[in-house]
């Protein structure tokens, strides 16, 4: 039977009943603009929750878009600028109503990468993170159009996992020279850390002392309550302190002017050198970005029983970084804290990401002084205390469960993070991901069969050895497909089994229930195999033979070689056939 093509619901191309119920069709305006589907049902409490999570969405963010500036080696105010329409553009075409978006760890961690080396002067990094912005946004539209939402699902869980970890080492390195007053050059995070270790005689005590305090402040709140706005309130401690007594003459570095008002709407400069040069970083954000933007997504919904829409979300990203683009923005993405904390309180709708903006427009244009005086120690502390939040030993000993080759991956995936980048480390964790599983194809679960009385049914010998066999009948099961990684190994598997059978086989019993596929080479295989067997004077049967693997086995003529005789609903009718005929005439 073939899958409904979702023309008529139900049924399948031949016209026959189907199963499988295609989901109904969302009214247009709901594809285009997915809040628009809770707008009419918009409510007073609703509103109430959704403003509660804005606003402690964007205390959260306020000195997380700071941080994440100084991290791309831009100014502070491209931060906040990026907190702007990028919310407004995913509000409207986002289907997660948890998501927050924003500047973010890691992918700034690829725009200071990808910008710094390039130039000194600030502003000329802005004009690049900003045309950055814009490659990433068209690499995010080129995906929709090209339908590649799937390619998230390449993300295992043990990639994430390692990519989380890296970045968070990546994060708390990076900081070391802020917290400690110290100047460090270094673009990578090994050579970071040797340069801090050789500068550490150097190092600002009172800087210390207000990165360390501001950390400490930081950790104890999120231990008293994730609710609680930590972030926020060390950072208006630290801005009044800093004010009051002055560090700024201490040696402590300090933010310094941020320009108030709303950023002017106008595109990048789009020199093809420029283009040209950040290609690459875009493509690799983009994928970073895209990876865990849906994995987030997909997390925080299914806790609601909700759903999102993985090519929905590649339209939301592109326009969000398209508007971050024309609004002297950096490339944003998902920010995962910010979501948690935004689920955490509440938020219903999409909308509560809008009433965030609202209320950083607000601090735009009305309290950007104070922030001049907020110490850059501060800052340090707010992304390590972050860092510190993207650590799991429970995740780790969860795979280690499972398997030791995926805690390799993972550790791989860290290691790379740190050492190479993300998007090679990305790519190398993907790449080690597909030969896993192609090695698990190589080497599939296989078992011989015997009759187990207590179970009535057959069962693994392996497990059950008191199995009884039928003499001279080996019955034998793939549990995974087969094709061109394991044909080999199967057919030696078979072979062995029937090397140590006693009495000689006479009938061999493939129990196809798990063959979901047959390639040509899994087919070519089966053909010689049969052929071989049947000069020994072994009869070849299929028992529980389904389609799809049916159907090609049909038309590749292999079917007809066994015979439409030896087909069997059931291995238990083969083995009964076999003792009533066990030599083929």
Do not use: C
Request: net charge neutral; hydrophobic share 50%; charged share 15%.
């Amino acid at each position: 039977m073939k899958k409904s093509s979702g023309g008529g619901a139900g049924k399948s191309d031949e016209g026959e009943a189907s199963p499988f119920q295609p989901a109904a069709r969302r009214p247009l305006l709901q594809r285009l603009i997915p809040v628009s589907e809770h707008v009419p049902g918009y409510r007073g409490g609703t509103l109430r929750r959704d403003l509660l999570a804005g606003a402690t969405v964007a205390a959260l963010a306020l000195p997380a878009a700071l941080a994440y500036s100084e991290i791309a080696g831009l100014s502070p105010v491209v931060g906040l600028y990026s907190l702007l329409l990028p919310a407004v553009a995913y509000t409207l075409f986002g289907s997660s109503r948890q998501l927050i978006v924003g500047p973010e760890g890691a992918l700034s961690a690829l725009v200071g990468a990808a910008v710094i080396p390039l130039v000194a002067d600030p502003e000329q990094r802005a004009s690049l993170a900003a045309l950055l912005a814009l490659l990433v946004g068209a690499a995010f539209l080129g995906a929709w159009l090209a339908r590649l939402g799937w390619i998230a699902d390449y993300f295992s869980r043990p990639v994430l996992i390692g990519y989380l970890h890296g970045v968070a080492v990546v994060l708390v390195v990076g900081q070391l020279g802020k917290m400690l007053g110290l100047s460090i050059s270094a673009e990578t995070p090994p050579g970071q850390l040797i340069e801090v270790v050789r500068e550490i005689p150097d190092l600002s005590w009172p800087t210390l002392a207000v990165g360390l305090v501001s950390l400490a402040a930081l950790l104890v709140a999120r231990r008293l309550s994730r609710k609680i706005p930590g972030a926020l309130i060390v950072v208006v401690i630290a801005i009044a302190v800093s004010a009051i007594v002055g560090l700024a003459d201490k040696g402590v570095a300090v933010v310094g002017h941020i320009p108030s008002g709303l950023p002017r709407l106008e595109l990048p400069d789009l020199r093809p050198r420029n283009i040209l040069t950040l290609l690459p970083a875009a493509l690799g954000i983009f994928f970073v970005g895209y990876s865990s933007h849906i994995l987030a997504a997909r997390s925080f919904a299914g806790r609601h029983g909700q759903h999102v829409h993985a090519n929905t979300e590649l339209v939301a990203m592109s326009a969000a970084n398209l508007v971050a683009s024309i609004s002297q923005g950096m490339p944003v993405g998902a920010s995962d804290s910010r979501t948690a904390v935004n689920d955490q309180m509440g938020a219903r709708t999409q909308i509560s990401g809008l009433l965030a903006a609202s209320l950083i427009a607000l601090v735009l244009l009305f309290l950007t002084g104070p922030i001049q005086y907020l110490p850059k120690a501060t800052l340090g502390a707010v992304i390590v205390a972050a860092a510190i939040g993207l650590v799991e030993p429970d995740a780790w000993r969860g795979i280690a469960r499972v398997s030791r080759v995926e805690v390799a991956i993972a550790a791989i995936t860290m290691a790379g993070v740190v050492i190479v980048g993300v998007l090679q480390a990305l790519l190398l964790a993907v790449a080690l991901s597909v030969v896993d599983a192609v090695r698990r194809s190589a080497d599939p679960h296989d078992a011989v069969l015997g009759y187990v009385e207590r179970l009535d049914r057959y069962a693994d010998v392996r497990v059950h050895p008191s199995a009884r066999i039928v003499q001279g009948v080996l019955v034998y099961r793939l549990d995974d497909r087969l094709f061109f990684a394991n044909a080999n190994y199967v057919r030696g598997r078979i072979r062995e089994a029937v090397a140590g059978a006693r009495p000689p086989v006479q009938w061999l019993v493939f129990d196809a229930e798990a063959l979901s596929h047959v390639d040509a080479t899994g087919v070519s295989m089966l053909t010689e195999l049969i052929e071989s067997l049947r000069e020994e004077s072994i009869t070849f049967v299929f028992a529980r033979l389904h389609s799809p693997s049916s159907d090609t086995l049909r038309e590749a003529g292999v079917l007809d070689l066994v015979g439409e005789d030896h087909l069997y609903p059931t291995v238990h009718a083969a083995v009964q056939a076999a003792r009533s005929r066990p030599k083929q005439a």
